[in-house]
């Protein structure tokens, strides 16, 4: 009546690749979104979870607030204590630490270091 013969005819069953080809722009933008973006944050994420453990005694730290300071005593698997200022103690999550500046050597290596090099002069 109103519809032609040859537009009833083109509204068959879809076609399977016009439906891949319609989805591959998506699946594109997934695979490109994942490479540019998720990844590199992984990678980040993992990069801080790792410097915020290996976090030692005589460290000099840079928390996310901005504050300078050495790290004086690690109180556990949360919370670390660094000085700031002569005579002035601050406790942070650990996790609110944003860099380390400076490598500090563990206090027990530093003492060990200490008494071997007085063991050398003794010797001598």
């Known amino acids: ?7 009833a005819q083109a509204a ?3 076609d399977t690749n016009s439906m891949l080809m319609s989805l591959l722009p998506f699946a594109l933008i997934f695979v490109i979104m994942y490479f540019l973006i998720l990844r590199p944050q992984q990678k ?10 290996n976090i030692r005694r005589g460290d000099t730290v840079v928390t996310s607030g901005g504050l300078v300071g050495k790290v004086t005593k690690v109180v556990d698997d949360d919370q670390i204590e660094f000085e ?3 005579g002035v103690r601050v406790r ?3 996790q609110m630490i944003s860099g380390v500046r400076a490598k500090g050597e563990p206090a027990k290596e530093k003492e060990s270091s200490k008494e071997s ?3 050398d002069t003794s010797a001598s």
């Open 1 to 7: 009546m109103l519809i032609t013969p040859a537009y």
């Open 92 to 94: 942070q999550m650990r």
């Open 84 to 86: 700031i200022s002569d």
């Open 12 to 14: 068959g069953a879809g």
């Open 117 to 119: 090099a007085k063991d």
């Open 44 to 53: 980040k994420v993992k990069d801080h979870a790792e410097l915020v453990k």
